[in-house]
């Protein structure tokens, strides 16, 4: 018995801290495969001793620590009892309709509504007080901040970042010891942030989950998530279903995730009771109401395979090992590689120089080695960065309550530390070159190809091998190399974007290509004469050319360059006032003389005027094809007395 208690505790401490960096953002101090095998050893003993802790996760939820005043919640947020057996979950549906929707992996959020307006963003919290981050409502996407109903309203959901903004986010993290081990960490740094801006660029979307009050009776769950959607909410996929069903019902689902169809992050499945009323009528045990739900979560299957060797990786300064193995199959796809995140996780797992590995998808997603048996030797930290050949350096790093090592190119000139430039270089406003995200530049980095923007003209010199690595193939390869040829032939505007001049964007490099060409451009940086007189550009744009102009490194690239690519003849225009000079307008809808929005909106600036997204009294003109539209913006501009126009007679008035 007192084996039992010990080892009981000790379950008790290791699940709350894990819990604890898990909701507040720390590092990652044991996969979910662990975390849900110890819970259910903590749950077994405490079946067997009667011998329950207060603070045992048994009894307590998580608990998020957010930024804002602590608030009680109005009603209590819970968690939901866990099953892997889908079995338990047709015996819990019983003969009644119930909801099966996704599980997703964020931070519950309460949002509050009275007379129509958002009045309150809570946390989740541990369930009964959360924090009001109410200043965050313009910074999240996923909820209306007005709406028709003018009662009161309180609606729970997930805030998440989707797998493809955590790889583009993740990556281009200034601090590189910031970055964090999966997309819920992310959401969860994310909202402890004081900056909404910062926030918005993150991308945190809100998906409703459920109404939990509104004042007039809605007693179907489904008519209530309509109701929901109606209103504006982003609101989470359902299916309605009977308990015989629900086995080939969950199966389709688990198909979506595991074909990797799924962007935004799920940790297994969720079922509701369709009658709302039956819903609140059981009782609360533990830290859990009997009858609100039932969470389901996946069986983690485990392969086991022999580590080949550790490839570094380098990305920014961090260098990140990558544990290469014995092909395996997990999940129906075929597995060779799985982060080992830094030196400290390492350590942790006890990887040799040799060794078997045990590996899952994390969330039928992510591989992640979770266990190391059969370890011979000691793994070798690489004293040089891969990508630039400098020295490397260990560092300790505090995250929450923990602390990380890990490994550092000591090069502030590494190519892979200036991963932004690049994709910034490659992105629709500069060299518009697809194919090549963030990671794939990073391969390219580590492997040698990319040290300089010119090295992108000179990737089909490494043809042979790309066409071998992870993710290439034929065809993705011949993508690659069209977009790279066609990005030969450019506009001088998006040039000089892609040159990644500090505080020179599109609408100055407009300013500057509109007064003087390109070759004034060229002509200015040679003579060192500065951009002070073209308006809108001043004394402090001007300098930071100038000064990015004197680095000899800058100068040389923009060379290398010069001699890849053609840039587009643009005759000045330093004095003509356009048509659209001094008019502002705003574009809604769609279009079809103009390629797109964006075309539209470049012909408008090119032509003298100024495009903004909102109808104040400022604004001169509304183009909208469809002017008997009862849309926000239609109404404001009828209120506020300004003309409404097609794009036909935009054309007309002020077209070339």
Not at 350 to 371: Q, R
Request: aromatic share 8%; net charge negative; hydrophobic share 35%.
């Amino acid at each position: 018995m007192e084996d039992q208690k010990k080892r009981y505790e000790e379950l008790v401490k290791l699940l709350n801290e894990a819990s604890e960096a898990y909701y507040n953002g720390g590092e990652e101090l044991m996969s979910n495969y662990e975390w849900d095998a110890m819970f259910d050893e903590l749950t077994t003993l405490e079946a067997e001793t009667g011998y329950i802790l207060p603070e045992s996760p048994t009894q307590n939820t998580g608990a998020e620590e957010s930024g804002g005043e602590k608030e009680s919640h109005e009603f209590p947020a819970l968690s939901l009892a866990k099953t892997k057996q889908i079995s338990e979950l047709q015996k819990w549906a019983e003969d009644k309709p119930v909801w099966l929707s996704w599980k997703l992996d964020g931070l519950t959020l309460v949002l509050t509504y009275d007379g129509g307006k958002l009045t309150k963003i809570l946390t989740r919290g541990n369930g009964r007080i959360g924090s009001n981050i109410t200043y965050l409502k313009n910074a999240i996407k996923g909820f209306p901040l007005k709406i028709k109903y003018q009662g009161h309203l309180v609606v729970r959901g997930e805030a998440t970042i989707s797998y493809s903004d955590f790889e583009l986010i993740n990556d281009t993290i200034e601090d590189d010891d910031e970055k964090y081990a999966n997309p819920r960490n992310l959401a969860s740094g994310t909202l402890n942030l004081d900056d909404p801006e910062k926030v918005k660029e993150r991308h945190v979307h809100f998906h409703a989950f459920t109404l939990v009050y509104l004042e007039e009776e809605i007693r179907s769950w489904g008519e209530r998530m309509d109701f929901l959607e109606k209103e504006g909410f982003t609101v989470i996929e359902r299916e309605l279903v009977h308990a015989d069903a629900l086995e080939e019902c969950i199966g389709r689902w688990t198909k979506k995730v595991e074909s990797g169809e799924m962007d935004i992050p799920v940790d297994g499945l969720v079922i509701c009771y369709d009658d709302t009323d039956y819903a609140s009528s059981g009782s609360v045990t533990g830290h859990h109401a009997t009858k609100a739900g039932y969470a389901f979560k996946w069986q983690d299957v485990s392969a086991m395979s022999e580590l080949l060797y550790v490839e570094w990786s380098c990305a920014a300064s961090t260098i990140s090992p990558v544990a290469v193995f014995e092909p395996v199959t997990l999940e129906g796809t075929t597995v060779s590689r799985a982060s080992l995140c830094n030196i400290s996780e390492m350590e942790r797992l006890g990887i040799g120089k040799k060794c078997t590995l045990e590996v899952i998808k994390a969330n039928k997603i992510i591989p992640k080695c979770i266990s190391v048996q059969n370890a011979e030797g000691s793994f070798e930290i690489p004293s040089h960065c891969p990508v630039c050949g400098a020295p490397t350096q260990i560092r300790m790093h505090q995250k929450s309550k923990t602390q990380t090592k890990t490994l550092h190119c000591t090069n502030p000139d590494c190519t892979a530390k200036h991963v932004k430039k690049f994709t910034r270089f490659v992105s629709k406003w500069g060299m518009d070159i697809d194919g090549l995200s963030i990671q794939t530049m990073l391969k390219f980095m580590n492997e040698g190809f990319l040290k300089e923007f010119a090295d992108i003209y000179h990737l089909s010199e490494h043809g042979d091998r790309i066409r071998q690595m992870e993710g290439f193939g034929e065809k993705s390869y011949a993508n690659m190399t069209r977009a790279i040829e066609k990005s030969r032939q450019v506009h001088p505007v998006n040039f000089i974007y892609a040159l990644c001049i500090p505080m020179i964007g599109i609408d100055a490099g407009k300013k500057i290509v509109a007064k003087d060409g390109f070759d004034g451009f060229l002509e200015r940086l040679e003579k060192k004469k500065g951009f002070e007189d073209i308006d809108g550009i001043g004394p402090e744009k001007s300098g930071s050319v100038l000064e990015w102009y004197e680095n000899e490194r800058n100068r040389s690239s923009l060379k290398a360059l010069l001699e890849e690519v053609t840039i587009e003849k643009v005759e000045p225009q330093p004095d003509q006032a356009g048509k659209c000079a001094g008019l502002t307008f705003v574009i809604t809808g769609d279009v079809h003389s103009y390629q797109n929005r964006d075309a539209f909106k470049a012909y408008v600036e090119a032509a003298g005027g100024k495009v903004t997204g909102s109808v104040t009294s400022k604004t001169s003109y509304l183009v909208n094809n469809d002017s008997a539209s009862t849309s926000s913006k239609n109404r404001k501009a009828k209120e506020l007395g300004i003309p409404i126009i097609t794009e036909d007679e935009f054309v007309k008035k002020f077209g070339e």
